[in-house]
């Protein structure tokens, strides 16, 4: 007993600094991780949106013919070409766009270079062009996935991303 009235400031000073240290390091933690993380949609208008240093969109979709890849049953190939019209003297810098289920529940990668489709040489993200171009990219997604988006993300604008809908029947 005697060592407890002893040390009882330090007991109580322990008691408040253990839990006040173990939220400010949560906090470090999470708010870098969220300052990370596309939770801003950028304007769209006709499809298009200027993000990144670029005019992106609009999206071209197509649905390739999913068995002559050799994928399997339930899944759909779809191909979606995106113009990129760097602005005035500037570069684009975006990453390989995602495809989403609208909301982002469900997302799929860029997968041409697993598929084989061609062509085999294409841009499949921003480049250091200066002059406009387009990224091709296929998806390989299941026969439910119909409400689609692209989802374009630049380490340098994030939180903010563009976010294009792709019409998919």
Request: aromatic fraction near 6%.
């Amino acid at each position: 007993m005697n060592w407890l009235r002893t040390n009882r400031v330090a007991l109580i000073a322990l008691l408040v600094l253990l839990p006040v240290t173990a939220g400010v390091m949560s906090w470090s933690a999470w708010s870098g991780y969220a300052s990370n993380q596309p939770t801003e949609r950028a304007p769209i208008a006709g499809g298009a949106v200027n993000y990144a240093g670029a005019i992106i969109g609009p999206a071209q979709p197509t649905e390739l013919d999913a068995e002559a890849y050799g994928l399997p049953a339930g899944t759909r190939l779809i191909r979606v070409v995106l113009p990129v019209k760097p602005a005035s003297g500037q570069r684009a810098t975006c990453q390989a766009p995602e495809l989403w289920d609208r909301g982002g529940e469900r997302r799929w990668a860029e997968r041409s270079d697993t598929i084989g489709a061609e062509p085999l040489e294409r841009l499949t993200a921003c480049t250091g062009d200066e002059s406009p171009y387009e990224l091709v990219l296929d998806y390989v997604v299941p026969d439910d996935a119909r409400e689609l988006s692209l989802a374009v993300i630049s380490s340098e604008e994030l939180p903010v991303f563009a976010e294009i809908p792709i019409i998919s029947s």
